[in-house]
């Protein structure tokens, strides 16, 4: 069984910083992209951020240079880095990673989501 545990969510003021952690956890073979959705109250769950097995990301307009994604390979873990918070910001964030399982001699892909972390921007 693999699961997605991610910590880091609060309460913050406008202007502030804070960096959600998602760990992976299980029978893991290997990670292929991360990412990073939020879903605000009453609105669809959007994609916010995303990095792949190489490194490259990629931000939704809105989060461009606020917000940064990052992974540790070694730790099966992705970060969101997350400065100059705004009440729109006001969310739950899930992590989300597409991991390839390995059972005896057969892989497979599944695509995993966190239970998500409240972030709430407010004075």
């Known amino acids: 069984q693999v699961q997605l545990v991610e910590s880091g969510g609060g309460l913050v003021q406008p202007g502030g910083s804070l960096r959600l952690s998602c760990a992976a956890s299980g029978s893991i073979f290997s990670i292929g992209t991360m990412a990073w959705y939020r879903q605000a109250p009453g609105r669809e769950r959007e994609l916010i951020a995303s990095i792949t097995s190489r490194h490259n990301t990629n931000y939704v307009d809105s989060v461009k240079g606020r917000f940064t994604i990052s992974r540790d390979t070694a730790k099966n873990t992705v970060y969101l880095q997350m400065n100059s918070l705004k009440p729109e910001d006001t969310a739950v964030y899930y992590c989300?990673?597409?991991?390839?399982?390995?059972?005896?001699?057969?892989?497979?892909?599944?695509?995993?989501w966190g239970q998500g972390t409240q972030v709430t921007v407010s004075s």
């Open positions: 989300n990673a597409d991991i390839t399982n390995k059972t005896g001699s057969t892989y497979y892909i599944e695509n995993y």
